[in-house]
């Protein structure tokens, strides 16, 4: 092999390493069986997302791996893989690639999640499958504000329901001294 040769392969290993170290996640998929528009709206789903879907030679992919320490990926790179990579919220790509194979029982067999990276650390399918299930960070806020209003809803309840008794006790005061005066 040229010099020139390996240099570009070392270009691409490069960008693989670099995209991988700049993630919140990376989710390895197969997409064996699936045909060029299915990718194409697919690719447009991670767009979407915010998310990058990025088909690389296995090869090169198992070179990036090796050289973060990931050795774990050597007997995954078989067949038609695919890096995606979440770069604002972790959940993002495992999300999109859960909801496509969720969304038809066929779709489960032509995109498989075989494993992923968040935070530096390999995640199995399951890992990788319970991630997507995970709420992204706007999700997480309305619910943390959800509950820290919750208290405060009661609180302003309980005190309209104090006046409603207080009314309907001073109204009653008021009828018994009037029927009293009669």
């Known amino acids: 092999m040229s010099e020139k040769a ?47 879907y990025k088909v690389y030679k296995n090869t090169m992919m198992r070179f990036a791996f090796q050289q973060l320490g990931f050795d ?16 604002e919220e972790m959940v993002d790509g495992p999300k999109v690639a859960r909801k496509y194979i969720d969304k038809d029982d066929a779709n489960k067999d032509k995109l498989i999640i075989k494993s992923g990276v968040v935070d530096g650390n390999y995640q199995t399918p399951d890992e990788m ?13 309305s619910m943390l504000v959800n509950t820290l209003q919750a208290p405060i809803r009661k609180l302003a309840g309980d005190l309209s ?3 409603a008794k207080l009314v309907y006790a001073l109204d009653a005061v008021r009828e018994k001294k009037e029927n009293e005066a009669a």
């Open 72 to 87: 774990q990926f050597t007997e995954e790179l078989k067949g038609s893989n695919a890096l995606i990579f979440s770069n």
């Open 161 to 163: 329901q104090i006046n």
């Open 6 to 52: 390996i240099q570009q392969k070392q270009v691409i290993v490069n960008e693989i390493v670099k995209k991988i170290e700049n993630a919140k996640s990376v989710t390895l998929v197969e997409f064996d069986k699936m045909d060029v528009k299915e990718i194409t709206d697919l690719r447009n789903n991670f767009r979407d997302a915010n998310t990058e």
């Open 129 to 141: 499958l319970a991630i997507a299930k995970l709420p992204g960070q706007q999700e997480l806020a």
